[in-house]
């Protein structure tokens, strides 16, 4: 019996975990609110498992890395994928067209799908 406890231990608890694979950005819209000032509605995929396994943040990036703007997701969204979430008040340099948007999970962080937004003409 203990070879199947650790069979267990060692085999499937860490498939179970990875199971959900990772974040992807799915769908994002940009809204000018202000100058150089933007609101950002991000749509994330993830086979949310619960509370070991979820989406827990998605972030606006420039293209060298610098992020600028986090949107913290504090819970699990199991029944509800794909699910938007907006983050108000992300301010972008002058000289910036495009950002990325990209997600993180609690047991993969970053690694699933990023996209690359074109941000609104004045």
Do not use: C
Not at 69 to 95: M, W, Y
Not at 104 to 118: E, I, K, P
Request: aromatic fraction near 8%; proline fraction near 4%; charge should be neutral.
């Amino acid at each position: 019996m203990k070879w199947l406890a650790a069979f267990i231990l060692v085999i499937i608890v860490p498939a179970m975990l990875t199971y959900a694979g990772e974040a992807d950005v799915v769908k994002v819209n940009v809204v000018t609110a202000g100058e150089r000032t933007y609101r950002f509605d991000v749509t994330l995929r993830h086979d949310d498992t619960g509370w070991d396994h979820y989406a827990d943040k998605w972030e606006v990036v420039l293209l060298d890395g610098t992020v600028l703007g986090t949107r913290k997701l504090l819970h699990p969204h199991v029944n509800e994928q794909p699910f938007t979430r907006s983050l108000s008040g992300v301010r972008i340099p002058n000289n910036i067209q495009q950002v990325l948007v990209r997600a993180h999970d609690s047991v993969h962080a970053y690694g699933g799908q990023v996209l690359t937004v074109d941000l609104p003409a004045k």
